[in-house]
T-cell receptor, first 112, second 114 residues
């Protein structure tokens, strides 16, 4: 069974610090990786996608991918209280079907 | 402003009743996904469609759940009969359905079965 693992947290960081969220996946054939943010009571919102090894930066967010280690991470620089949410890692389910496998999410709390 | 819409947003029903949830995918997206989210299980894929054809419904209890796409602008998820263990938030998402493509979620239907 294909799995995506995340530390459930909560991860607590002070305002202005770097938050580091990690994810591992089991299927070596996975090609596409996503990070979603979910505020309490809301739906998941896509914030980053990454397809190649290395780093991808978008504003305060950096996604990092290491396919050899089957590891994806999300760094949030200058964390703000508004970043407090659950972050879901998602990996494509293989083949060409387009389905995603989600981790259970890491809850991030940014303290003012 | 392209977004996925879902109705109803909230539904409270009694055990044994039929529940129908509706989803309108983003215009031009050809793949629709139904998910269920609970605290215990997280986000689970129930079924998905491409070009209105069902591709996989293995995540769905077949005896009581059914999913259809009557046309390109409407997907439905039906539970009959509903049970208290079906209480969850049901999300619809749409995308272009290729291996690398992103999915965009609707606001969800919060279902409570008493």
């Amino acid at each position: 069974q294909k799995e995506v693992e995340q530390n459930s947290g909560p991860l607590s960081v002070p305002e202005g610090a770097i938050a580091s969220l990690n994810c591992t996946y089991s299927d070596r054939g996975s090609q596409s990786f996503f990070w979603y943010r979910q505020y309490s009571g809301k739906s998941p919102e896509l914030i980053m996608s990454i397809y190649s090894n290395g780093d991808k930066e978008d504003g305060r967010f950096t996604a990092q991918l290491n396919k050899a280690s089957q590891y994806v991470s999300l760094l949030i620089r200058d964390s703000q209280p508004s970043d407090s949410a659950t972050y879901l890692c998602a990996v494509n389910g293989g083949g060409s079907q387009g389905n995603l496998i989600f981790g259970k999410g890491t809850k991030l709390s940014v303290k003012p | 402003d392209a977004r996925v819409t879902q109705t109803p947003r909230h539904k409270v029903t009694e055990m044994g009743q039929e529940v129908t949830m509706r989803c309108q995918p983003i215009l031009g997206h050809n793949t629709v996904f139904w998910y269920r989210q609970t605290m215990m299980q997280g986000l689970e894929l129930l079924a998905y469609f491409r070009n209105r054809a069902p591709l996989d419904d293995s995540g769905m209890p077949k005896d009581r759940f059914s999913a259809e796409m009557p046309d390109a602008t409407l997907a439905t998820l039906k539970i009959q009969p509903s049970e208290p263990r079906d209480s969850a938030v049901y999300f619809c998402a749409s995308g272009l359905g290729y291996r690398g493509d992103e999915q965009y979620f609707g606001p969800g239907t919060r279902l409570t079965v008493t």
